[in-house]
């Protein structure tokens, strides 16, 4: 029996039982389409992942922070954290953590290892890191010619490049160096600019700002002390220079008031000058600098709705400001105050190379003792879900299809049983046992075949339909951002391949038994069968 025969064979067994043969291919579809479909999803969601998270020039930042130095408990008097009860030690330790802290609160902090330029220098050596921005942040006032009062404005130097959306009017700095300012459109209402078409004409305006301890000068703690807490942006320009006048004048004149000289040595002590807070504590010095710049750009304020749509990713400072320099003139600016002097930075925006090993700069930053923030954690995540996921659904995909193997076990084992008669007329005429196993084994081959290209059709089918309804769901739930991936079934030509040849291979090895039962019936009994 040449191979032809045995083919034209086994397609008429299969052909004789068309129901329980239709039934069993049924199985074999279902089983097929289910591991196609599972596989070919799991594929799509990786790369999904892959294209979402890579595709995203976020994706390729590393947000680095100075981390806060551990307290020095060899510098605690013993008796300031000595756990006083009878408890357990695990209380007892976080009690004693508990203690260390408030004393430490009510200490000057140690000074942070902020990340000078050598620091930054060194970062930007680590292999795929294509550039690193800083940027220099404080509290200011924004003064403008004919304004009375000044807006009260967070002022934000450094590389303003993913301001440009933003702009309603004018342009970013025309070089890093200009003595130009892009403000908010708030900054500009507060200073008297309310039309839209007085937007364009404060172009080209020039500004003053302020910039550090506006808060703590002692003209506006003596305001504070004749006025109470009031707020100082509701303090005019004349007013602050008359504080200020009556600041330095006062110590000269204590004598022009009914106080004795205990009382006006008293009052003078109150009216000499602070100590400058150390550099641990800038927030507490009364310092400011200030310069003249020209407006070139103005900038919507971001809304309650766009802010919570900002990611940890995103420059909170650009979210936050108010005003904004280019990098270099912040920076002449801000090193005018004594805690800038250093050059140092609490924070840095590393972008690393698209397509470049982003784990690894992580992990070298961190090994120089900062700590980071990335998209490496989450993309990782997502990418451990999306594999659980997908084995999930591969699992019960080869459950479909073991129970269509043991279908066709059955199918092809109640076949030798009514076909005993024709195996022992075959056996009669001359063909041999590897003969006759090797029809039934045709069969299981034939049922792998037909099943599974019928499963791969319905699995591409359904894939069509549910890549459109999947992707909806998907686009609901990313807040108006753009999706990058076209699809989220991925049928590679490899996925056609082996599913057909590992249904095949299920089918064949389930009629095996059966064939085998077949090969041992001897022709006489065969023949008297029946």
Not at 71 to 84: G, H, L, N, R, Y
Not at 441 to 455: C, K, M, N, P
């Given at each position: 029996m040449n191979?032809?025969?045995?083919?034209?064979?086994?397609?008429?067994?299969?052909?004789?039982?068309?129901?329980?043969?239709?039934?069993?291919?049924?199985?074999?579809?279902?089983?097929?389409?289910?591991?196609?479909?599972?596989?070919?999803?799991?594929?799509?969601?990786?790369?999904?992942?892959?294209?979402?998270?890579?595709g995203r020039d976020d994706f390729w930042r590393v947000l680095v922070r100075v981390?806060?130095?551990?307290?020095?408990?060899?510098?605690?008097?013993?008796?300031?954290?000595?756990?006083?009860?009878?408890?357990?030690?695990?209380?007892?330790?976080?009690?004693?953590?508990?203690?260390?802290?408030?004393?430490?609160?009510?200490?000057?902090p140690k000074a942070l290892s902020l990340l000078t330029r050598e620091k930054l220098d060194t970062i930007a050596t680590i292999p795929g890191v294509s550039e690193v921005r800083t940027f220099r942040t404080g509290e200011g006032r924004l003064w403008a010619g004919a304004a009375e009062k000044p807006a009260p404005v967070f002022v934000t130097s450094g590389r303003l490049d993913d301001l440009a959306p933003r702009l309603i009017a004018g342009r970013l700095p025309s070089s890093p160096e200009a003595d130009e300012i892009v403000v908010s459109e708030f900054a500009l209402y507060l200073l008297g600019v309310h039309d839209d078409a007085d937007l364009a004409s404060a172009l080209g305006r020039p500004v003053r700002l302020e910039v550090g301890g506006v808060r703590n000068s002692s003209s506006l703690a003596l305001a504070r002390a004749l006025l109470g807490q009031r707020p100082p942006e509701e303090?005019?320009?004349?007013?602050?220079?008359?504080?200020?006048?009556?600041?330095?004048?006062?110590?000269?004149?204590?004598?022009?008031?009914?106080?004795?000289?205990?009382?006006?040595?008293?009052?003078?002590?109150?009216?000499?000058?602070?100590?400058?807070?150390?550099?641990?504590?800038?927030?507490?010095?009364?310092?400011?600098?200030?310069?003249?710049?020209?407006?070139?750009g103005?900038?919507?304020r971001l809304t309650r709705v766009e802010r919570k749509k900002l990611t940890p990713l995103d420059a909170w400072e650009l979210g936050q400001g108010d005003a904004f320099l280019p990098p270099a003139t912040g920076d002449r600016l801000f090193q005018q105050l004594p805690w800038h002097k250093d050059g140092g930075f609490m924070s840095a925006d590393v972008r690393v190379t698209p397509g470049g090993d982003?784990?690894?700069?992580?992990?070298?930053?961190?090994?120089?003792?900062?700590?980071?923030?990335?998209?490496?954690?989450?993309?990782?995540?997502?990418?451990?879900?999306?594999?659980?996921?997908?084995?999930?659904?591969?699992?019960?995909?080869?459950?479909?299809?073991?129970?269509?193997?043991?279908?066709?076990?059955n199918t092809l084992v109640t076949s030798v049983v009514e076909r005993t008669k024709e195996i022992g007329v075959l056996r009669a005429v001359g063909a041999t046992r590897g003969q006759v196993m090797g029809l039934f084994?045709?069969?299981?081959?034939?049922?792998?075949?037909?099943?599974?290209?019928?499963?791969l059709a319905l699995a591409r089918g359904l894939a069509a339909w549910a890549?459109?309804?999947?992707?909806?769901?998907?686009?609901?739930?990313?807040?108006?951002?753009?999706?990058?991936?076209?699809?989220?079934f991925v049928f590679p030509a490899w996925l056609w391949v082996s599913s057909v040849a590992f249904a095949v291979g299920v089918t064949t090895l389930a009629a095996l038994y059966p064939a085998r039962r077949a090969a041992q019936i001897h022709p006489i009994e065969a023949l008297r069968y029946g």
């Open positions: 191979p032809i025969q045995l083919l034209k064979f086994a397609l008429g067994g299969l052909w004789r039982q068309k129901v329980r043969t239709a039934l069993t291919l049924i199985g074999v579809t279902v089983g097929t389409c289910a591991l196609a479909f599972s596989i070919a999803l799991g594929l799509g969601l990786r790369a999904f992942i892959d294209t979402e998270f890579q981390d806060e130095p551990p307290p020095d408990e060899s510098t605690i008097p013993p008796e300031k954290v000595a756990v006083q009860g009878a408890m357990s030690d695990e209380r007892r330790a976080r009690i004693r953590e508990g203690l260390v802290d408030r004393y430490q609160n009510k200490k000057a303090l005019t320009l004349s007013q602050l220079l008359v504080l200020e006048k009556l600041r330095t004048n006062l110590p000269n004149k204590l004598g022009a008031f009914n106080l004795s000289a205990a009382e006006q040595a008293e009052l003078k002590k109150l009216l000499e000058p602070p100590a400058e807070p150390t550099d641990e504590r800038p927030g507490e010095s009364g310092k400011t600098a200030t310069a003249t710049f020209r407006i070139c103005v900038v919507s982003l784990p690894t700069v992580v992990k070298r930053v961190e090994d120089l003792g900062f700590r980071t923030h990335s998209g490496a954690k989450w993309f990782a995540a997502a990418k451990r879900e999306v594999t659980l996921i997908a084995a999930g659904l591969n699992l019960f995909a080869f459950i479909a299809l073991f129970v269509a193997a043991v279908g066709i076990t084994l045709s069969e299981g081959a034939l049922i792998g075949v037909f099943g599974a290209v019928a499963g890549d459109g309804w999947v992707q909806g769901l998907i686009a609901g739930q990313m807040d108006g951002q753009k999706m990058l991936s076209t699809t989220i």
